[in-house]
């Protein structure tokens, strides 16, 4: 709108999934040296707080380069360890990608040589902030702007536990034995990087581990394994099966109790309630040679409850990593089962 100097009433956006979307666009201002509009949020069935949003992007040209800031309703990053440094507008990467290549599209379309000032903001999301978990992320003043592919998962209980039985019949119908789960985006990769072969086997279970492992134990497989980041799999050593952060958190907490048994100082363990994510909080214990000795515990959680979820009735491991501190952690039977699923 700013570089033709009419109206749009729509925009086609290609997501990082691959998936092109087309989007209604509203309350459009056009002005001589900048244009904004806003964009619904549809979170589908996704139980997300978000849902129905307005989302709104003003432009300006400015001399080079591209600029991407936040207004008003984006929080602003307080804590280390997010995506975005403290200080900065908790603009995720991602978007921040998508949003420059959609402006340098446009620039090439009108032969523009000059740059933009892009600033996005969500006026509900103060208010929205308050029902997130936003606040003790270390993100203050509004909500974040995140994805890693562009489109919403469905994330209801119904529909993604009946996502998880189906794909998992299909592995038994095909003659497998053994079930794979990942929990998502990171854990495909980390698949991928590993073990190529295998990333045609996963079944992905997002948040509802405890339904997936349901699943495997009614389906009759001889035998189960979950592969995923800390982030997400040291809930399990809690006993918590679903891992969405509108059920639970509990994963500083997780490897504090670790800390605990693993004998840690009290010094280094109250370190980690100020942590925002578990990296954070390795980092930690890694600079002061605990981590080892509180993995070593939560392995051992995260074997006792994924067993007791199935009641031993199968077999049953756990691979947990993070590349970002070169952390690999596997229970007893997770090497035992990478061979069978290998075979299949």
């Known amino acids: ?20 979307v087309r989007t209604e666009i509203k309350e459009q201002i056009l002005n001589c040296d900048s244009a904004s509009c806003a964009v619904v949020k549809d979170s589908g069935d996704d139980p997300d707080v978000t849902n129905g949003i307005m989302v709104y992007a003003e432009v300006s040209c400015i001399e080079s380069g591209i600029e991407i800031t936040g207004g008003k309703g984006i929080g602003k990053v307080t804590k ?26 446009a620039a090439e379309i009108y032969e523009y040589k000059g740059g933009f000032r892009i600033v996005i903001s969500i006026p509900q999301g ?6 997130t978990f936003n606040p003790r992320m270390g993100i203050v003043g509004g909500i974040s702007v995140i994805g890693t592919t562009g489109i919403v998962e469905p994330m209801s209980s119904s529909a993604i536990v009946e996502t998880i039985r189906t794909e998992a019949n299909m592995r038994k119908a095909n003659g497998h034995e053994y079930l794979l789960l990942n929990v998502g985006n990171y854990s495909e990769d980390f698949i991928k990087l590993k073990n190529e072969k295998l990333s045609d086997r996963t079944v992905t279970c997002s948040n ?5 492992f349901d699943i495997g134990v009614a389906l009759g497989f001889k035998g189960i394994l979950i592969i995923g980041h800390i982030g997400k799999l040291v809930k399990l050593g809690s006993g918590i ?33 100020d942590c925002v994510t578990t990296d954070a909080a390795i980092d930690i214990l890694i600079e002061n040679n605990a981590a080892d000795a509180v993995f070593k515990v939560l392995v051992e ?3 006792h409850y994924i067993a007791a979820r199935v009641h031993n009735e199968v077999e049953i491991g756990a691979v947990i990593f993070s590349t970002k501190n070169n952390i690999l ?12 699923i290998s075979e299949e």
């Not at 103060?126 to 029902?131: L, M, N």
């Open 241 to 273: 099966m679903n891992t969405h952060s509108s059920y639970a958190d509990g994963r500083m907490e997780t490897l504090i109790s670790c800390g605990v048994a693993a004998g840690v100082s009290n010094d280094i363990l109250v370190r980690l309630l």
């Open 1 to 20: 709108m700013l570089l033709s100097g009419h109206k749009v009433c729509s925009a086609s956006i290609s997501t990082p999934a691959g998936i092109i």
């Open 301 to 303: 959680r995260v074997e």
């Open 208 to 212: 509802f581990i405890g339904d997936a």
């Open 329 to 340: 952690l596997k229970t007893s039977k997770a090497d035992e089962l990478i061979k069978h």
């Open 126 to 131: 103060e208010e929205i902030a308050k029902k």
């Open 80 to 105: 280390p360890g997010l995506d975005q440094p403290v200080g900065e507008y908790a603009i995720n990467s991602v978007p921040r990608k998508m949003i420059e290549q959609s402006v340098k599209e």
